[in-house]
Nanobody, 123 residues
């Protein structure tokens, strides 16, 4: 599976951005898709992941209530709507897919990754 993430940019605190992740996946190429981020000097972390086939969704505590993940299987695109952005949300955001997961957003289980898009939250 190939993935292309886009939509990052510079936004002021409290602002919003929507990230998009386009895939070339065929039906059943993956089970789950998710968004991960990595800030300078920090480990990559799972932000929001979904398994549309069974309705599973995971959000990290740090983004719960502010971020929303969605998937359009017809357009083969996943989205991450980010509202009420904070400076600590600044990072490179990656989308990734997994064919099998024991737990949504467990990084080790995601085998296909996009190139990342930079989000900077600053005044």
């Amino acid at each position: 599976v190939q993935l292309q993430a886009s939509g990052g940019g510079l936004v002021q605190p409290g602002g919003s951005l929507r990230l998009s992740c386009v895939t070339n996946a065929r039906p059943l190429d993956y089970y789950a898709i998710g968004w991960f981020r990595q800030a300078p000097g920090k480990e990559r972390e799972g932000v929001a992941c979904t398994a549309s086939s069974d309705g599973g969704i995971y959000y990290s505590d740090s983004v719960k209530g502010r971020f929303t993940i969605a998937e359009d299987t017809v357009k083969k695109t996943a989205y991450l709507q980010m509202n009420m952005l904070k400076p600590e949300d600044s990072a490179i955001y990656y989308c990734a897919t997994a064919r099998y997961v024991g737990r949504l957003c467990l990084i080790e289980e995601y085998e296909s990754w996009g190139q990342g898009t930079l989000v900077t939250v600053s005044s």
